[in-house]
């Protein structure tokens, strides 16, 4: 239970950095305007749903327990495969990249560059 | 949070009077902005008065065609009314997406309307219905009352009684929240009623402001179909990290098509 609570943790703290979570700081004063939950976007209880969890289980040779660290596990993929899955819906529409965190102004942004370039 | 003296009155006529000739006190109902405000010292008031305990001034009266809520009415009780949810349902939705339980249980409508904040919702409902504002000394007519950013209408020591909202025939209203602190980055409430097709604005702008191009339009045809057209113009938009004001544009016509949709279901 606690390996599957380090997982979901890590794959919304993962999805939180590609869809929303960013140190935003103000060009001319350097002053940190996203410096409160007021405007640093956490995930929430409501930003994603349940996770059901599959294991492939490898002992680790170098240790007699075979034990491995697992804190946060899912941190590491997440982030790829949600900006994968963002890239694949905006694909078809001209789409080539988006910039992280894919916040909705970052993918109407891109869409929109799209749709000017495709004017001009 | 700086010193100041603190009153609860128990009568409305009290708390103009301990109002009267103190221009640096404030008025409190929920004291949602208020309290965060003073807590961060960016306010720094000789007296606060608090609402509270007021009796008078809170409560639902429907009174011939228009739905009257006191001026210290919580957001939780507008959202769960009977009276708003059978009359005006597109009103008692608003309420019920207000910031979260613990703000709609301390907020009030008249502390959301005297405050007017930018990205509040309330605003957009009063001027899209055509509501009339009650104060201690007269009625002011939506379109009169909100006037810029954080500034209305209200003079000094002057405070919401009510707020009287005509029945609609069809109303929604449709936000988008900003990501982070869920207030309306844009909110539209569209509303038809005896007077006519109003299109309301809260979010985008330094204040609340009405479409006059989509109202013609869904007088005509009351369907989102006759605005998908519509352009809004991004100039004097608000704009900040999570949205420009072109962003912002975008949304008034998302939002306004979506109202309308929902007002028709």
């Known amino acids: 239970m606690i390996v599957e609570g380090q997982v979901h943790g890590g794959i919304v703290q993962g999805v939180g950095q590609a869809l929303m979570e960013a140190a935003v700081y103000d060009k001319s004063t350097g002053q940190l305007t996203s410096g409160s939950y007021m405007d640093y976007t956490m995930p929430r209880a409501d930003t994603v749903p349940s996770f059901k969890l599959g294991y492939k289980v490898t002992p680790c040779p170098h240790n007699p327990l075979g034990v491995k660290g697992c804190g946060e596990a899912g941190a590491i993929a997440s982030p790829a495969a949600v900006m994968n899955a963002v890239h694949d819906a905006l694909g078809p529409i001209g789409v080539k990249h988006v910039e992280m965190p894919a916040t909705p102004l970052n993918v109407w942004q891109s869409i929109q560059g799209t749709h000017r370039a495709a004017a001009a | ?265």
Do not use: C, W
């Open chain 2, 1 to 265: 949070m700086y010193d100041f003296a603190y009153h609860r009155p128990k009568s409305l006529a009290d708390a103009v009077n301990m109002l009267k000739g103190k221009p640096e006190a404030r008025a409190m109902s929920g004291g949602m902005t208020l309290i965060p405000t003073l807590k961060q010292r960016l306010a720094k008031p000789s007296d606060v008065v608090d609402l509270a305990g007021i009796k008078e001034l809170a409560g639902i009266k429907v009174e011939g065609n228009n739905v009257t809520i006191g001026g210290m009415t919580k957001h939780a009780d507008v959202a769960t009314s009977a009276d708003v949810k059978s009359n005006i349902p597109a009103l008692a939705y608003l309420a019920g997406h207000i910031g979260d339980p613990q703000v709609r249980n301390r907020g009030t409508m008249g502390g959301s309307v005297a405050n007017n904040d930018p990205a509040a919702d309330y605003p957009a409902a009063v001027v899209a219905l055509n509501a009339t504002v009650t104060t201690n000394t007269r009625k002011v007519p939506a379109d009169s009352f909100f006037k810029g950013l954080f500034e209305t209408a209200l003079g000094e020591g002057e405070l919401i009684t009510s707020i009287s909202f005509p029945k609609a025939e069809k109303a929604a209203y449709m936000k988008f929240p900003n990501p982070a602190s869920r207030y309306a980055m844009v909110g539209v409430f569209v509303a038809k009623t005896a007077g006519g097709v109003r299109v309301a604005v809260t979010g985008a702008g330094p204040s609340v402001f009405r479409v006059k191009a989509m109202e013609d339009a869904l007088a005509k045809n009351f369907s989102s179909a006759a605005i998908k057209d519509i352009k809004i113009p991004a100039d004097g938009l608000n704009s900040d990290i999570h949205g420009s004001a072109e962003y912002r544009a975008h949304l008034v016509g998302v939002m306004a098509r979506r109202a309308v949709d929902a007002a028709n279901k």
